[in-house]
C-alpha cells in the first residue's frame, strides 16, 4: 500500500510503501520512552521503499536487547518520530510510525509486541469517560 506523510511542523515530508498486514504495537520500555507515550504503532516498510520528500531526519542510534543497533529517525525540527530500522546490510524491520502517515486511518493493528512491559491499563480504555475534544484548559 502506497502511503505518504509528515512530521507535525512539515518539515519532514515522505512517501513509502507499507504493509497493512504488518501493523504493530509496541509496548517496549523504549518505544515508551522515545515516543514519550504508553506504546508506538508502525507498519513495515515493504522493500526499504521510503522516499524523503522534504526536510532531513536525525537519527538516534539504539543497541536492541537483542544486539542489533536501530537507527531511529525524527525531525530534527519537532523531534516527530518518523521510522526505525536495523543499521548495516538490509533491515529485516523497517518501520514506519503509524501516527505520521496520512492514509492512518487504514493501517490497523495485527499484533501486540513486548506485552511484558505494557502498561496495564492501556489494554481497555472503554471505561474512560470520553470527550470529543479537549474540555479543560
Ligand atoms: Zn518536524
Ligand atoms: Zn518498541
Redesign the pocket.
Known amino acids: 500500500m502506497k502511503v505518504d506523510g509528515s512530521?507535525?511542523?512539515?518539515?519532514?515530508t515522505y512517501e513509502a510503501t507499507v504493509d497493512p498486514q504488518k501493523v504493530i504495537v509496541c509496548h517496549c520500555t523504549d518505544c515508551q520512552t522515545h515516543s514519550g507515550t504508553a506504546y508506538r504503532v508502525s507498519t513495515g516498510i515493504v522493500n526499504e521503499e521510503f522516499r524523503l520528500l522534504t526536510?532531513r531526519l536525525k537519527s538516534y542510534e539504539k543497541i536492541a536487547e537483542s544486539g542489533t543497533i536501530r537507527a531511529l529517525a525524527f525531525?530534527p525540527?519537532?523531534?516527530?518520530n518518523i521510522y526505525s530500522k536495523t543499521v548495516g546490510e538490509g533491515s529485516p524491520f523497517f518501520a514506519l510510525r503509524v501516527g505520521t502517515v496520512k492514509q492512518r486511518a487504514q493501517l490497523i493493528p495485527k499484533q501486540q509486541v513486548w506485552c511484558r512491559s505494557a502498561e496495564e491499563w492501556s489494554a481497555d480504555l472503554t471505561a474512560l469517560p470520553r470527550h470529543e475534544n479537549q474540555p479543560f484548559s
Open positions: 512530521c507535525l511542523c512539515k518539515h519532514v526536510g525531525c525540527e519537532c523531534g516527530t
